[in-house]
């Protein structure tokens, strides 16, 4: 799209947004210094000046106006991930919501549904500029207030994980990915950033978001356990008791945890390179001190399973329109990305999957490639109906799931919101090589 | 935890700046020939890492070679080298190969050759550099009847790329005599070079060079100096494997005028390997 039809788009979506309703939320894309640690920063692009960016408080229901002002040098869109939208504010540009361009603004009116734990970002093409796209600072925490809170708490703390100043490297697989040289909570390293200071007997429900372009993260909070209550922003049928949590990109993961164990405590990556690369945050009960305590878990943990309906069994089983959907590669060479596939074609030559409204929709996601695949299905959940070796699944509705490699996993969903609706892995260099398709009302 | 981070590029500094002064010596000092056809590779840049081992056996025959036997030394004709080199990894940017030569030959047997120690450094990845890079130092003994020149050093520099189906590595090694006849023949200039290309995901074909120009002050004529061209393919068959098979052409006289070469390597991991690590 060239530059006038970036301003005529942005003129229209403006005038339609006044016509409705002022702004009540500014949100300005601008370049930003992120301070990782007093002696190493990088130079990305930011939401408000911060990373990540403010957090949107929303109602569920009530309408609001958001204006956003792109001063970066760069053409923009800001996707409202996890909300069910209209195609054309939804903040994808392969679906219709028009991109502001360098000096322009838009403001996205909509009304925020569904209640959850939900987040913005920017939706653009990073190629090989690992600064650009998801790889910087532009994405922020976005709560739209539920009528009933899945838990009760004394004290919310939101965490965005991201990794920074990344290069490609040649991987196991035999072609390129990107590897990250820092990797933080709150756009700071362990040690350097904001401690969590808790009380004793405290019930602090944790909004984890994953908002790594590329990276699959394990935390832990040594002495403690999460007890998880909602995935994706959506409350789980059977809240469980994990030492530790899985989140690929995209994911979030909302979870109570209960402060009986006094101390000062480093809630941080599983994995040593990760959490020696600084991803990692102090917890920090009151009247106590001394050096953080970590305790290093020895193998990694985590299944969707395991909050799924107690009831699993099969059900009255839904009338769903099957969709298979084969992940594969195409092998680019050892200096280059691999191409991604979905069904044998690339992105924009993959097919468009064709929807009936009112209809239910059972996508079969086969993973034939080397990675693994955090995939998106934009404008709607899906509810998990099998994971390997699990067949019967309920009630765990999800808008990203990590499909690993060489596996089978099937989701539902119903075509209840019309307009173009984009399905993605939410791995950047995926994305951008292709890993995306469009589904289309018809 | 994060400390040792932000070092590590410090220690690379200095252990660099222990080999640019050894290069600074090297130059100054008398020089040598070439070491024979034991291992024949244009070094990548990359380094082993840590907890883990690379044990390689480079099988080299020399179909067409020197017949005469010249100031004692077998002749290469039809000589079968098998060289066993075992590298270990020290940290993220530095390992230490070590190799044992030898030769089998009809009236001569297997023969035990020599042995020779290769330490190497690397730009580690956090600096971001544009191209793989390293440094490799390598010193060692060979017996009078397979080189003249009993001991030699040679110090390399390694400078590879990949773009796209691409792969280039360039090595421009120089070589010094510690002690044999070629200690008075000054620093010997022996480069190297590959370029291959991707077929497949298992699949690379390319050409590797091979040269040796004599004294870097003075370079030989054509005719002395050794230049060989092969023809090569790596098997990419598994992390754990590395399989490279070359057919080479010499085209001076000073040169061994047909080789057969071929490495197998396997990587052993020890340690432990959770998934945490």
């Known amino acids: 799209m060239e530059l006038g039809s970036y301003a005529t788009a942005s003129a229209v979506l403006s005038l339609r947004a006044q016509e409705l309703a002022a702004p009540e939320y500014r949100i300005e894309i601008a370049p930003y210094t992120v301070e990782l640690t007093p002696k190493h920063s990088v130079r990305t692009v930011a939401y408000n000046g911060q990373v990540p960016g403010p957090l949107l408080r929303f109602e569920e229901g009530r309408p609001v106006t958001i204006e956003v002002v792109n001063q970066s040098t760069n053409a923009e869109v800001v996707h409202w991930h996890g909300l069910f939208l209209p195609s054309d504010v939804d903040g994808a540009m392969e679906e219709g919501t028009p991109m502001i361009p360098p000096g322009g603004k838009a403001r996205y009116t909509f009304t925020p549904r569904p209640a959850g734990f939900r987040w913005y970002h920017t939706h ?319 | 935890m994060l400390e040792g981070m932000v070092e590590l590029p410090v220690r690379f500094r200095i252990q660099l700046a222990i080999l640019a002064l050894s290069m600074v010596v090297f130059c100054c000092a008398p020089s040598a020939k070439s070491q024979g056809n034991y291992e024949i590779q244009v070094y990548g840049a990359d380094t082993l890492a840590p907890k883990s081992i690379m044990v390689e056996l480079h099988s080299n025959y020399t179909v067409v070679g020197q017949r005469e036997m010249i100031d004692g030394v077998y002749p290469t004709n039809h000589q079968q080298h098998e060289t066993l080199e075992i590298t270990q990894g020290i940290n993220d940017w530095s390992e230490v190969g070590f190799y044992v030569f030898t030769s089998l030959q009809d009236g001569h047997g297997w023969q035990w050759v020599g042995d020779h120690i290769r330490p190497r450094v690397r730009v580690p990845d956090s600096w971001h550099w544009p191209v793989g890079v390293s440094l490799s130092t390598e010193i060692g003994y060979q017996r009078t009847e397979y080189s003249s020149d009993t001991w030699t050093w040679e110090i390399r520099p390694i400078v590879d790329k990949a773009v796209g189906r691409w792969y280039f590595a360039v090595n421009p090694a120089l070589e010094r005599t510690l002690h044999g006849p070629g200690v008075a023949d000054g620093v010997g200039f022996a480069p190297a070079a590959k370029v291959g290309y991707d077929f497949t995901r298992a699949i690379s074909g390319g050409l590797e060079y091979y040269a040796n120009y004599g004294r870097i002050t003075s370079i030989s004529d054509l005719h002395d100096q050794q230049q060989q061209v092969f023809l090569v393919t790596d098997l990419n068959v598994s992390p754990k494997w590395e399989i490279n098979i070359g057919v080479g052409i010499g085209a001076t006289a000073a040169t061994d005028h047909w080789i057969v070469k071929g490495i197998l390597g396997r990587h052993f991991s020890w340690g432990k390997q959770s998934a945490v690590e």
């Open chain 1, 124 to 442: 653009t093409t990073a190629g090989d500029d690992l600064k650009k796209g998801q790889y910087g600072g532009q994405h922020g925490f976005l709560l739209i207030k539920p009528k009933q809170d899945p838990a009760r708490y004394d004290q919310e703390v939101f965490l965005a994980l991201h990794d920074w100043d990344g290069q490609m490297m040649g991987s196991s697989d035999g072609s390129m990915s990107p590897s990250y040289r820092f990797s933080t909570i709150n756009g700071r390293v362990l040690g350097f950033g904001e401690q969590m200071r808790v009380k004793q007997g405290q019930r602090v429900l944790l909004h984890i978001l994953n908002a790594s372009a590329t990276e699959v993260h394990w935390l832990a909070l040594a002495g403690h356990q999460f007890h998880i209550v909602a995935l994706d922003g959506n409350p789980v049928p059977s809240p469980r008791n994990v030492a530790m949590l899985r989140l690929a990109p995209a994911e979030r993961v909302c979870a109570v945890v209960q402060m009986d164990n006094p101390g000062v405590w480093i809630l941080g990556e599983v994995r040593k390179h990760i959490h020696a690369a600084g991803m990692g945050m102090v917890v920090e009960y009151a009247d106590h001190g001394g050096l953080p305590v970590w305790e290093q878990p020895q193998s990694l943990m985590w299944d969707y399973a395991q909050f799924a309906a107690a009831d699993s069994a099969p059900a009255a089983t839904s009338h769903a329109i099957e969709i298979p959907l084969v992940f594969e590669s195409k092998f680019s060479g050892h200096g280059a990305p691999d191409r991604w596939m979905i069904n044998g074609k690339s992105f924009p030559n993959t097919e468009t999957g064709m929807l009936k409204a009112g209809e239910r929709y059972r996508l079969l996601f086969k993973n034939k490639s080397r990675d693994d695949h955090p995939v998106h299905l934009h404008r709607h959940s899906f509810e998990l109906r099998s994971l390997p070796g699990k067949p019967d699944l309920r009630g765990v509705m999800k808008d990203v799931v990590l499909v690993e490699a060489d596996t089978e996993i099937t989701v539902e969903f119903t075509a209840n919101n019309a307009g173009a609706t984009l399905f993605h892995c939410h791995q950047q260099d995926h994305m951008d090589n292709g890993f995306m398709m469009l589904f289309r009302y018809a």
